[in-house]
């Protein structure tokens, strides 16, 4: 099937005679696991991004919107700056990097509760090939000390010329007010790209297969969830107050990634299924039905032909 034939919102373009509004894009971007799509989600104020404890987990930039009277501020999460081990992550890594360049700000976000180490150092690298405003989040603060601010700032201070460096908490919500008006000042005045009630860009089909992948990575551990990929086999959408019918595919490596995924008896796809589908509801506005299946398709973070048809680049 084809994406984005539903999709939520398509820019309608910018529109005349909002004078003294501003608008424009922000890159989040950074090392993987630094709380770059928590922090959009909260920045959006809705779950537009997956976010897991596992790092490397956005796979695709993605967009985010916030519209406030004044300004509009459409956010693009990355996938986190690594050094690539197969296509897959060598396709992350490109398309992150290049969202940098489409930006009018770009803002490296940082986990502070960790010590610098050498993807904090890759992430520098790319920063400092930014050629529009920079600003820092160093993220986490909920549960970093002083100590570990100060060596961050510190960090920062020898690699970097940030404009600005704040304190984030994206999980607590904390320190985002004073982080969207820096970022709304260095927006170009403009009217907005997006209309009022838009969240994202993203088709519903691609919030399905995500909310999906989601949910399989939390219940599974080591390197079982990097090597699932969902992929949307029917979305067959109902009548009026009828169930939409979705059967995904749960892509993995090996048979034995397989033998976890579905668990004993069924037990753990029967749970990524309950675990999935009120938050799909949501998106879709009605009762879905969904049917999941797990195929082993070996190796598919490096075959090129897979990837393309599951992540194909913008
Ligand atoms: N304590 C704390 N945890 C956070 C905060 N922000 C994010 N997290 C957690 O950090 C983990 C990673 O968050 P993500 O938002 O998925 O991180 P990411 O930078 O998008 O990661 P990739 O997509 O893998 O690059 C999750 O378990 C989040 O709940 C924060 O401010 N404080
Ligand atoms: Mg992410």
Excluded: C
Excluded at 150 to 164: D, I, K, V
Excluded at 244 to 271: C, D, F, M, N, W
């Amino acid at each position: 099937m084809t994406e984005g034939t539903t999709a939520v919102v398509q820019p309608t373009g910018p529109q005349q005679g909002m004078p003294g509004h501003r608008s424009g894009f922000v890159a989040l971007f950074g090392p993987p696991n630094s709380g770059k799509s928590t922090l959009l989600n909260a920045l959006v104020g809705a779950k537009v991004a997956i976010t897991t404890p596992v790092p490397q987990t956005t796979r695709s930039p993605l967009r985010g919107i916030l519209t406030l009277p004044h300004a509009q501020v459409v956010f693009v999460d990355t996938p986190g700056l690594h050094r690539p081990r197969h296509k897959l992550g060598e396709q992350m890594v490109r398309e992150a990097r290049k969202a940098l360049e489409d930006v009018d700000v770009a803002l490296l976000v940082l986990d502070a509760s960790r010590t610098p180490g050498e993807e904090a150092e890759e992430a520098a690298q790319a920063a400092r090939g930014v050629r529009v405003p920079l600003l820092v989040a160093l993220n986490k603060r909920d549960v970093a000390t002083e100590e570990d601010m100060g060596t961050w700032e510190r960090w920062l201070a020898q690699r970097l010329h940030p404009e600005e460096v704040l304190r984030t908490s994206a999980l607590r919500g904390d320190g985002l007010d004073g982080l969207v008006e820096a970022l709304v000042r260095r927006l170009p005045e403009g009217p907005p790209y997006f209309t009022a009630d838009d969240l994202t860009d993203q088709p519903v089909q691609a919030l399905v297969r995500e909310i999906i992948r989601e949910k399989a990575m939390e219940l599974t551990r080591e390197e079982v969830p990097h090597a699932i990929a969902v992929e949307l086999e029917e979305f067959r959408k109902a009548e009026e107050g009828g169930v939409t019918y979705i059967r995904a595919t749960l892509h993995v490596e090996r048979p034995s990634q397989k033998k976890i995924l579905v668990g004993a008896g069924g037990r753990v796809i029967r749970e990524i299924g309950r675990r999935a589908r009120p938050e799909v509801e949501a998106w879709v506005g009605g009762p879905v039905y969904l049917d999941l299946w797990v195929k082993v398709t070996e190796d598919w973070r490096r075959k090129e032909g897979f990837l393309r048809r599951l992540y194909p680049q913008r």
